[in-house]
């Protein structure tokens, strides 16, 4: 814990230099990226991905949270909720620092976050994490939303995360990261408000991280076909 002190020192510092930002009319809302059901070989999992968010264009306050509950096991597979500060350092990306809780049916986890937040070259939806603790690691998530026609869009998204360290106690291995790749087909409803979807999602460990799997009698790869929806306001 104590390598999380300087990054959380600093949330601390900025949001003490928040007062010209909260001068401003405050923005607020609530993206939900995914609210779903997951149909797989072996399990179902319900999942969410949702950030809220609070504060000005040039400082945010950001909750995230992300789960995935395994049904028929009855407990989470994953867990994380993220308070995060956001401010701009170009055009079209933020920085990020903040503080992530990972609190899954097993070992709980705690670290300091530092990451990139925007939009790349050809409209690309961007997040790069640094987690820092003793037990570190890295995310990179990208996602691209294709419109069909005004209403329908078609949304992949990738996500890696890649350990820099073992941790045997909840399955991962150094440098073995865990990829998962989705697809997602969405009609808008009410302007984008509400857009229930149909998809597939795709996760596999690599290195390590399989091993520690197989190991467990588990694969290291599974499929499903998501059926859920997607909310902001």
């Given at each position: 814990m104590?390598r999380i002190?300087?990054?959380?020192?600093?949330?601390?510092?900025?949001?003490s230099?928040?007062?010209?930002?909260?001068a401003?009319k405050?923005?607020?809302g609530?993206?939900?990226?995914q609210?779903e059901y997951?149909i797989g070989?072996e399990?179902d999992v319900?999942a969410?991905?949702?950030?809220?968010l609070?504060?000005?264009?040039?400082?945010?306050?950001?909750?995230r949270s992300?789960a995935?509950?395994?049904?028929?096991?009855r407990?989470?597979?994953t867990?994380e909720?993220q308070?995060?500060?956001?401010?701009p350092i170009?055009d079209?990306?933020?920085?990020?620092v903040?503080?992530?809780?990972?609190?899954?049916?097993?070992?709980?986890?705690?670290?300091?976050v530092?990451?990139l937040?925007?939009?790349a070259?050809?409209?690309?939806?961007i997040?790069?994490d640094?987690?820092?603790?003793d037990?570190?690691?890295i995310?990179?998530e990208?996602e691209?939303?294709?419109l069909?026609t005004n209403r329908?869009?078609?949304?992949?998204s990738?996500?890696?995360n890649?350990p820099?360290?073992?941790?045997h106690e909840?399955?991962?291995?150094?440098?073995?990261?865990t990829?998962?790749?989705?697809l997602?087909?969405?009609?808008?409803?009410?302007?984008?408000l509400?857009?229930?979807?149909v998809?597939v999602h795709?996760e596999?460990?690599?290195g390590?991280t399989?091993?520690?799997?197989r190991?467990?009698?588990e694969?290291?790869?599974a499929f499903?076909v998501?059926?859920?929806?997607r909310?902001?306001?």
């Amino acid at each position: 814990m104590t390598r999380i002190l300087p990054t959380a020192t600093a949330l601390a510092v900025a949001l003490s230099l928040a007062g010209p930002a909260a001068a401003e009319k405050p923005i607020w809302g609530i993206q939900v990226e995914q609210l779903e059901y997951r149909i797989g070989d072996e399990t179902d999992v319900a999942a969410w991905d949702f950030d809220a968010l609070y504060g000005s264009d040039e400082l945010k306050l950001v909750f995230r949270s992300e789960a995935e509950y395994a049904v028929q096991e009855r407990g989470f597979e994953t867990l994380e909720n993220q308070i995060r500060l956001q401010t701009p350092i170009s055009d079209f990306f933020d920085a990020v620092v903040g503080f992530r809780a990972d609190t899954p049916r097993g070992p709980s986890r705690y670290s300091a976050v530092i990451g990139l937040h925007g939009l790349a070259q050809q409209w690309f939806e961007i997040d790069a994490d640094l987690f820092l603790s003793d037990k570190p690691s890295i995310r990179l998530e990208a996602e691209y939303e294709g419109l069909i026609t005004n209403r329908i869009i078609l949304v992949p998204s990738i996500e890696v995360n890649l350990p820099l360290v073992d941790d045997h106690e909840v399955g991962v291995g150094a440098f073995g990261p865990t990829v998962e790749v989705g697809l997602r087909l969405s009609y808008d409803l009410v302007d984008r408000l509400i857009s229930p979807y149909v998809g597939v999602h795709y996760e596999r460990a690599f290195g390590e991280t399989a091993n520690l799997a197989r190991r467990e009698g588990e694969d290291a790869g599974a499929f499903f076909v998501v059926i859920g929806t997607r909310i902001l306001f």
